[in-house]
């Protein structure tokens, strides 16, 4: 979807269509399509809530611009704190939101209860909910209609799309790209973009540019569906786990990234059981539910939690990679920075504090706390 984005955004706001995206599989096939689709902009530094804040506005516009349903249904995100250092990273977010003007409260158990009543607030709870961080602009959209709506406003406007294209290698000359070696062939030119995940740091090494990113797999379930009753993305960071409820009914279901680096794509019985465990602590009332099918994504993790977007020291090679757990919500705001990136030369200033250059500077981007997901 980056690459997507970032080519529709060349055609639509600079004119460029010589443009060709490549994707070794059919498009949508790796993190765009097995991500949980939140969408929210409630972080923790300033850099990464302006960032994100940009992003949910392009998506506020999105089914507009693209002439295409994307279904983004706001209904509000709520991460829930089970004991006082989670309200107090809470309480911080929220006051860092606020003052950026994105609408995001710290809200009683009282709240929590009225927004959604299938939660246990008992003070008996194994794990009792002391309040929640509520961020009402937040929400889940069909990620799949982004995918594809970005690739038919790209087509439109001329950009080629080679699907089943696996790039094998990046010719760099005197520091300089001057083209892209596929399974089906070679592609002169002088900028490449990496805009993967999962194998972004194996991509960047094609070109010669190593990346401070580990890879984790993060698996996501999803029930039979059943009729609506859950209005707001639940998040809890000290149970590792995340639920919301599609259009169609369905419960999405999360939890913690494997606790080992791989590349492998595969569900497995014990995260079922971990994450079973984990939901009926927060929603007993769920016990009957059945789970459909399971999948994982990969997440290519920084050590500070922030992308890595911009130039690099090779001319012509430029990276939109390190999403972690945060590249769907990021998409359009990246397609739109790395466009302008490519097409004026210079870094926006969104994603100044994003380089590659941070981590040789040690001017880290902490966003660990602003996690949904336990690493
Ligand atoms: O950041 O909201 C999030 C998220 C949920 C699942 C993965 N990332």
């Known amino acids: 979807m980056h690459g997507l984005a ?10 460029i269509t010589d443009v060709a995206v490549l994707d070794k ?7 765009s399509g097995r991500n949980t689709a939140i969408v929210r902009s409630n972080y923790l ?14 998506y506020e ?56 009543p299938q939660l246990d607030v008992s003070p008996h709870a194994r794990y009792p909910i002391l309040g929640a ?14 995918v594809w709506g970005y690739a038919r406003g790209a087509d439109a406007a001329g950009v080629h799309i080679h699907q089943n294209t696996e790039v094998t290698g990046i010719d760099v000359s005197r520091g300089k790209v001057t083209g892209v070696v596929t399974n ?24 010669g540019v190593p990346l401070p990113i580990e890879t984790f797999p993060l698996q996501a379930a999803v029930t039979e569906p059943v009729r609506p009753f859950l209005h707001t993305v639940i998040v809890s960071g000290s149970l590792h786990v995340y639920v919301s409820q599609t259009d169609r009914g369905e419960l999405v279901f999360g939890a913690s990234v494997d606790p080992f680096g791989s590349y492998s794509t595969r569900g497995s019985l014990e995260f079922i059981e971990g994450l079973a465990g984990h939901v009926l602590e927060l929603m007993p009332s769920l016990s009957k539910m059945r789970l459909l099918r399971q999948w994982a994504g990969l997440c290519d993790m920084t050590p500070d939690f922030s992308p890595i977007m911009g130039f690099t020291p ?31 030369a210079r870094t926006p200033a969104i994603i100044d504090a994003f380089g590659l250059d941070r981590f040789e500077a040690g001017e880290l981007v902490g966003e660990k706390g602003a996690a949904s997901v336990g690493h």
């Open 6 to 15: 970032a080519a529709y955004y060349l055609a639509a706001n600079h004119g």
């Open 25 to 31: 599989s059919y498009i949508g096939s790796g993190g």
């Open 45 to 58: 530094t300033p850099e990464g809530v302006a960032f994100y804040d940009r992003s949910v506005k392009l």
């Open 61 to 116: 516009a999105l089914s507009a611009t693209l002439n295409f349903n994307v279904m983004f249904s706001q209904h509000g995100h709520m991460t829930l704190a089970h004991n006082d250092s989670s309200l107090r990273t809470m309480r911080w977010r929220a006051e860092v939101n606020k003052l950026q003007g994105i609408e995001s409260e710290v809200i009683d158990e009282r709240e929590v209860n009225r927004l959604v």
């Open 133 to 146: 961080l509520y961020h009402a602009p937040g929400g889940i959209i069909r990620h799949d209609a982004v």
């Open 184 to 207: 089906r062939g070679r592609i002169a030119t002088g900028t490449v973009l990496n805009a993967t995940a999962g194998w972004s740091s194996t991509v960047a090494d094609l070109a």
């Open 314 to 344: 090779v001319d012509g090679f430029l990276v939109d990679v390190g999403w972690g757990t945060y590249g769907f919500k990021a998409g359009p705001v990246s397609g739109e920075a790395m466009a302008e990136c490519i097409a004026t």
